[in-house]
């Protein structure tokens, strides 16, 4: 398999998959850290919570899961 076959059944596999990115809103203390930290767009801040707007362009880095320090943020791929 030449390398470009292999780069474009690396993107097709990618498509296909998804991330849920579930927050806690009990857990969540408001820092934005997850939202600063997420390259994607995934998060914003809504009524004092960090609060999922944006999942398609989730890339699954888990940034967000690893920079919240109240542990609110799972991350799961379907
Ligand atoms: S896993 Fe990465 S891309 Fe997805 S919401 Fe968290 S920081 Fe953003």
Do not use: Y
């Amino acid at each position: 398999m030449n390398i470009l076959r292999l780069v474009n059944l690396f993107k097709e596999v990618h498509s296909l998959m998804g991330w849920i990115v579930d927050i806690d809103t009990e857990k969540c203390n408001g820092d934005e850290e997850c939202v600063n930290v997420c390259p994607s767009g995934v998060l914003e801040m809504q009524d004092g919570k960090a609060t999922v707007v944006n999942i398609e362009e989730c890339l699954g880095c888990e940034s967000c899961v690893e920079v919240c320090t109240a542990e609110a943020i799972t991350l799961t791929e379907t």
